[in-house]
Structure formats: structure tokens, C-alpha cells
Nanobody
């Protein structure tokens, strides 16, 4: 069973930065668009950003300028850099794969367990 794995979350003070990583066994990431999502308690997943299989970032919301997605083909890893963290960013962050960044959330697959990001004020 192919699955993605997220890492890099943790507890950080407001104003700090984190870089989250999304990895997979084999070369799964090379063939799919990879999206980063976050989920607040009691809500649906929110799409943050996406990167195509050839490495073109597609940020979903211009207001999310604090989020930078990137891809390292050599290590088969997709990163999400989050700067100027705010307590409102506290959530579980997950990555998933889809044929295209334009795919609806329901078409994203291979979800990992997620990584918890907690921002203290």
C-alpha cells in the first residue's frame, strides 16, 4: 500500500517558521501533483498549496503568501515552508497526491497520518 508520510511539525512560537516534508516510498511523488492541506478540529480539510509533477507551484490562495511549496526530485520530497506562523495556523497538516493540482480534494489520495503544527502566542 503506497502512502505518503509527513514530518516536520511541532510546537513553535508565533512569528516563527517551519518546513514540513512529504515523502513516499519509491517514485510515487514523481508522477503526481502533490497538495498540502490542513485540518482544524471539527472542520474539513483546507487546501493550502499544490505543486505539479514537473515542479510548478500552484498556490491556492494568494492570501496564503506565507506558504511556499517546493519539490526535490532527487530525494522524492515535497516541502511546505511556513513563515510568520500565527496561532491560527495550529492544525494537522497533510499531503496527498492527485493527477493534477486542479483535481478536487476528493480525488487526492495516498494520505499520510499528518503532522501536528502548534503555534503558541
Amino acid at each position: 500500500q503506497v502512502q505518503l508520510a509527513e514530518s516536520g511539525g511541532g510546537l513553535v512560537q508565533s512569528g516563527g517558521s517551519l518546513r514540513l516534508s512529504c515523502t513516499a516510498s519509491g517514485r510515487l511523488l514523481d508522477y503526481y501533483a502533490i497538495g498540502w492541506f490542513r485540518q482544524f478540529p471539527g472542520t474539513d480539510r483546507e487546501k493550502i498549496s499544490c505543486i505539479t509533477n514537473n515542479g510548478t507551484p500552484q498556490n491556492v490562495d494568494p492570501a496564503k503568501g506565507r506558504f511556499t511549496i517546493s519539490r526535490d526530485f532527487a530525494s522524492h520530497t515535497v516541502y511546505l515552508q511556513i513563515d510568520r506562523l500565527e496561532p491560527e495556523d495550529t492544525a494537522i497538516y497533510s499531503c496527498a497526491a492527485a493527477p493534477s493540482c486542479d483535481s478536487p480534494t476528493v480525488m487526492f489520495d495516498y494520505w499520510g497520518q499528518g503532522t501536528q503544527v502548534t503555534v503558541s502566542s
